[in-house]
């Protein structure tokens, strides 16, 4: 999957005051937005008591004025041979060296999921479920909702990628679906920092009323249990029978 971010470097600033407070700022930049730095721009901007009037870009390979002294200025410039080599120059280091700043100061996050359950927003399902991506980098990222394997792509709705303010970003996605026995409901998340889709399966909570009837299915059948080995018990202890010894007794005039 490929990714993005927009990376701004400032490479050089200075300012100049004065007694009357006027300024003056400049301001290199080498902005890109891909890691091999094909698309990497060049900025160089003038300003004037806050107010840009001049800027040299690297996608026009000129400088331009924004009124008319900066106009002249900007010709002028743009005639110096020295000048214009020296912003090529720069244009080209911000492309050589906007892989390895790409590398080496953007790393990527892996976000954390959590998938649950929600009240459904419409009277069409009777059921929703939210997949939500937590502090991730960078911001692009693809969540594909799957039943029994296969991509959804209706009753789907997606918010967008929101930041954090910590350079980390989050995403919810929400599935308005009517259940069926035994299927499998499935969030794939896909993202620079994962080296393969990740998959993460809905499972549902056990209904309550069949937990009470497994629930008293045990009870019954550990009575029955517990009957069966009384009535054991009880008939093994009738069939001993105890013999009672019989003492006569003798009377006198009794004949033998």
Not at 63 to 92: I, S
Not at 104 to 110: H, Q
Not at 142 to 158: A, C, F, Y
Not at 168 to 177: A, D, G, P, R
Request: hydrophobic fraction near 40%.
């Amino acid at each position: 999957m490929k990714h993005s971010a927009v990376l701004i470097l400032t490479l050089n600033t200075f300012c100049v005051f004065s007694e009357s407070a006027l300024y003056g700022q400049a301001l290199g930049r080498c902005q890109f937005s891909s890691s091999d730095g094909h698309d990497a721009v060049y900025l160089e901007q003038y300003y004037f008591n806050k107010m840009l009037f001049a800027q040299y870009n690297s996608t026009l390979g000129k400088m331009v004025g924004y009124t008319k002294k900066a106009m002249d200025v900007a010709d002028t410039l743009n005639q110096n041979p020295e000048f214009v080599t020296h912003e090529k120059w720069k244009t080209r280091l911000c492309k050589q060296n906007s892989q390895l700043a790409f590398k080496g100061l953007l790393r990527s996050v892996e976000p954390y999921v959590r998938l649950r359950s929600a009240e459904a927003a419409s009277r069409k399902h009777p059921a929703m479920l939210i997949c939500s991506m937590y502090n991730f980098y960078p911001k692009q990222i693809i969540v594909t909702w799957l039943r029994d394997g296969k991509e959804v792509t209706s009753d789907v709705t997606s918010a967008e990628e929101h930041p954090n303010g910590n350079w980390l970003y989050q995403i919810h996605s929400y599935l308005e679906y009517t259940p069926r026995s035994g299927e499998k409901i499935t969030c794939m998340v896909e993202h620079a920092s994962l080296k393969e889709p990740k998959l993460y399966d809905w499972e549902p909570a056990p209904d309550p009323g069949m937990h009470k009837i497994i629930i008293g299915t045990a009870g019954l059948v550990l009575g029955l249990f517990f009957l069966a080995a009384g009535l054991i018990y009880y008939k093994k202890k009738s069939a001993v029978r105890v013999m009672v010894p019989i003492t006569e007794v003798f009377h006198p005039g009794d004949t033998l």
